[in-house]
């Protein structure tokens, strides 16, 4: 059974403007001691789906409709007040900005120790201690040292390391990391993914892992998810994705793979990028929202909207045209 | 941290030197004669020969004939020793004079400090977290008004409202004349005179702090970190009474200890318009009465007052915020 089941979610922001529909029908799952990766670009509803699981949401945000099934407990319905107890302890989230997300006026030791404290009701002594052991985990280098240290006497990536260390504190079942290596350096990147993983595997933790890379997903993820302006549009394990033989995908997929730059590109052949945005949340078109940017769109992809249908077993499209060959060759 | 301190202390005796010549030089520059003001009752009891001998005499006792250096030089050698010379006017040393006023001050702003900072930062902190609710809506408002009105005119209206029609209050003064009560009835009686001047310097007070507190709470509230300390699990309150307020207090600190700082210096309007014999209205007597080294006195306090402030406020932010520490 699967750790984590959104069904059918439904997130929405009430604005002036109007109701802006961020995530719209959103299903996906998290397999225990698996990672499912969410791409999308900025705009798509990937973290605030994933927000929405423990409702961190902004003041305006809020479920409308929808399961969020985790351990067997439908959370949509759970309040604030019990969702304090779930957070940071059942599910812990490390967020994109480590230069911004940890409090700059408390030490690293306060603030990895509050998971402690408020979690598992260790002392402020035994909670230090704890501290300590979290960050040798993480492979902070003199750990002792670093725990009285405030967190702008650190460099990014340790600043990421110390909100691992925060996050993995209460040995949570789901780990949420949205984006959490778009702020570093290359080279901190791919430590910190080795981190996870090798902490993923030594804890059995599941992680969603929110990203706007693929090279990332396909080092990290087991299931791939892709959403487009708050919907799933394709999903799939990331061995089939990335897989060479694959027959199906959704087009927005295969613009976000051919906008990848590749070692084994002839030269002289320029990148392709989709064109166009995300559109406006207020302002969404008819039919398929991709159709405008889509190079494949038809009539029919303009004025009807597609479903999400499984074109092989585990994977599903939400296109009318998910045959790589067929739609290549014209309608 | 303490070689900072040393600096700073330095620097601090530095200015003290400089600015008291300049006040020194300035208030010798008010034209004025106090020995002549002295000897004007004896006027027309001596023969004007005899006058004009004592006159000579007293300019010379005075020392109002030396060179404004060595008049310096006597009026800080003794400022440095706790002498600030004899008021003119009252013919006491200004150390006795100054006791009774400043006491009152002190006491005055001590309370009115602490019921507005108790008042306007829980406010401010409500409105911030409950944005754009009625009760900020309302607050907003009543702040902008408060801040808007001269204390003066809240001073009038709360005079003719509470003290005039209600008769809650005194109209002004400290004590029931001719009081004669000791402990608790003398504090009882204190209170029930100050109820007003305190009442409308905590509403002066109020509409800016409590706007700053909020603005600045919001501001703390709408970082990363916020989201962080929720993803935690901790409760809506430790993440607002410690995460946001520790950070919002780095801007309204200034505000905080600027304000009991000024519990030294008096209200110039309040007192006046109240009666009460505080720093505000000595000051002000004293530049009426041309009594000089009264009002060199206070000015040489307040100065003081804003030296060591400004360290402390300095000192402050360093406890405050680590990332403006020094030692690092």
Redesign the interface.
Known sequence: MALLELRDLHTFFTTKKGIIKAVNGVSYEVEAGKTLGVVGESGSGKSVSAMSIIKLLDGNGYINSGEVIFDGKDLADVSIKDMTKIRGNDISVIFQEPMTSLNPVFTVERQVSEPFIIHQRMSKKAAAKKVVEMLRQVNIPNPEAVAKQYPHQLSGGMRQRVMIAMALACKPKLLIADEPTTALDVTIQAQILKLMNALKKENGTSILFITHDLGVINEMADDVAVMYCGQVVEMAPSRVIFGKENNYSHPYTEGLMYSIPRLDTPTGVRLEAIPGAVPHPLDLPKGCKFAPRCKYATDKCRNEEPALVEVEKGHPIRCFYPEKGVRANGK | MLKYIGKRVLYMIFVFFIMSLVMFFLYNLIPGDPARAELEPLKKTMRPEAYQMRYEQLRKQMGLDDPIIVKYGKWIGGVLQGDFGMSTRHKKPVVDLIKAPMGNTIFINIFATILALGISIPLGIKCAVKRNSVMDNVVQVLTIVGYSLPIFIITLVSIFLFAVTLRWFPVSGMNTPNFHGTGIVFFLDRMHYLALPLIVMTIGSLGGMTRYVRAAMIEALR???I??????????KVVIYS?AW??AL?PVITLIIGWFISIFSGSLVIEQMFNLNGMGKFYMDALMNQDYNVALAVQMFYMVVALIGNLIIDLSYGF????VRVN?
């Open positions: 970082m990363d970190y989201r962080t300390a929720r993803a935690k699990g901790l409760k809506e995460h520790r950070n780095l405050v915020d680590p990332r690092h």
